[in-house]
């Protein structure tokens, strides 16, 4: 997440992170922002399915980025390759 933040100017964190700020009531998507997800391929189904109800239920949109034949996810899935 540092090095993507570094290369790229954009605000980055984990996606556990992410999750839990949001359990918490913090760092909450609203309308218009934008998630990207580099590595999209390491995250699995259930955390896919998560974060992807989130940003639907608050109208933003997710960019997912990454390459399906690389870093395959560890919990179960493959989401990002269906996709």
Known sequence: AEGLEAGSGIASRTLASLERAWARGFDRLARGDVLVVDEAGMVGSRQMERV???A???GAKVVLVGD???LQAIEAGGAFRAV
């Open 52 to 54: 992807l109800s989130v």
């Open 56 to 58: 639907r239920e608050a």
């Open 68 to 70: 399906s034949e690389q």
